[in-house]
């Protein structure tokens, strides 16, 4: 098994037990982000450069996901 196809399987495997876990989908794609960061920090010498840029635009699009939930929840204090 390659190191990438681990680090996919890795991922997939955070995502179901998450899914499961979490009765939110805010906590879920803050889990989710975080999962992807840690793997994609600690796996980032051993895994090629073009999975790296796979790996970018999910950290980007969740990053702004993450975003707006803050937003939404900032703006839920102040109301």
């Known amino acids: ?3 990438d196809d681990t680090i996919i399987l ?4 955070w995502a179901i037990i998450t899914s499961v876990i979490v009765p939110s989908i805010d906590i879920y794609v ?3 982000l975080i999962g992807l960061l840690v793997i ?4 980032g ?3 090629k450069p073009e ?3 796979v790996l970018k635009p999910a950290i980007f699009f969740l ?3 993450f975003l707006i939930i803050v937003a939404k ?3 839920e204090v102040l109301k």
């Open 73 to 75: 929840k900032i703006l």
């Open 45 to 47: 010498s051993f895994i």
């Open 10 to 13: 890795t991922l997939a495997l």
């Open 1 to 3: 098994m390659d190191v």
């Open 63 to 65: 990053l702004f996901v």
């Open 40 to 43: 994609a920090e600690v796996a």
């Open 51 to 53: 999975a790296k840029q």
């Open 30 to 32: 803050t889990l989710l």
